[in-house]
């Protein structure tokens, strides 16, 4: 037997000599197998990538294009010394720089005023009153005033005031009774027309408080013109002249009414109250009822 030929490898066949395969010595493990070639990135970047920056440099650095990882502790040292938070400056909290329209932010009114607030407040204060009470229904003031001024209303026309004197109390009170509520009725009408006006001219307002207090408007800027014409008659010179400054008067209001309560500018206000403003100087302020 060859002794030496088992030491070199060689079998009785004499083939060549065989490799073994290496062991790892005792107490090691043996590496894992290699995987397939990924591109290693320097430590730099590696903790770049960690701390919430892009290639190794901030976000407002590093390339637009590149993949942002997100990591939970980001969130919390967004605002550390250090570190940056993303911000855009397009961000609009307002609708993404949409332009302005009417009504699109109600202005806080604040609370409803008393009723003797409310009808002092159409003299002294017209612009703050119609304002504050654009958004709060006035029914009960509206009404009340509206029907106590068309129990007046029929005795500052001649004619009606001869024919009320004249009659019968049973039938006067009736007739006194009507008038007052047709006054209302047409109170209410001209309101909801100024109101539809003012809607198609592009205003954002209620129509409770425009009708509400298109009838305070209408009954108050008129109660000077009704007294006189209660002991000088409707035809005398002067009620006429007051009445027309009257109407001058309840011009000016309904524009800043219509303004306030639709936010729109004071021509088209004006625009929208023009039919009720008409009609109040023919059927009311000249006396041609």
Do not use: C
């Not at 306030?260 to 009822?289: E, F």
Request: net charge neutral; proline share 10%; no cysteine.
């Amino acid at each position: 037997m060859d002794v030496a030929g088992f030491r070199n490898g060689r079998g009785r066949a004499g083939g060549p000599p065989q490799q073994r395969p290496q062991q790892a010595p005792y107490g090691y493990n043996a590496p894992p197998p290699p995987y397939p070639q990924q591109h290693q990135q320097p430590p730099r970047q590696q903790w770049a990538q960690q701390q919430g920056y892009g290639d190794g440099e901030p976000e407002y650095f590093g390339d637009p294009h590149a993949p942002q990882q997100q990591h939970p502790q980001q969130h919390y040292a967004a605002n550390n010394p250090g570190h940056t938070q993303v911000f855009s400056v397009n961000d609009d909290p307002y609708g993404q720089g949409a332009a302005y329209q009417a009504g699109a932010a109600p202005v806080p009114t604040g609370p409803r005023l008393p009723w003797k607030a409310l009808l002092s407040g159409i003299v002294l204060r017209p612009a703050d009153t119609f304002l504050r009470m654009r958004d709060h229904a006035v029914w009960g003031p509206a009404l009340i005033v509206t029907f106590l001024y068309g129990l007046l209303a029929i005795f500052g026309f001649d004619k009606a005031r001869e024919e009320a004197i004249n009659a019968t109390l049973s039938t006067a009170i009736p007739y006194v009774l009507m008038t007052a509520v047709g006054f209302v009725v047409g109170g209410l009408i001209l309101g909801a027309v100024t109101h539809t006006l003012a809607r198609q001219l592009g205003g954002d307002g209620s129509w409770q408080p425009t009708v509400g207090l298109s009838m305070l408007i209408m009954s108050i800027t008129d109660a000077p013109r009704l007294v006189f014409a209660l002991f000088l008659g409707g035809e005398n010179g002067l009620v006429q002249v007051i009445g027309w400054l009257t109407w001058l008067a309840a011009g000016a209001l309904f524009t800043v009414m219509v303004s306030r309560s639709h936010d729109m500018p004071w021509p088209k206000a004006l625009g929208a109250s023009a039919i009720q403003l008409v009609a109040l100087l023919s059927l009311i302020k000249l006396g041609t009822l």
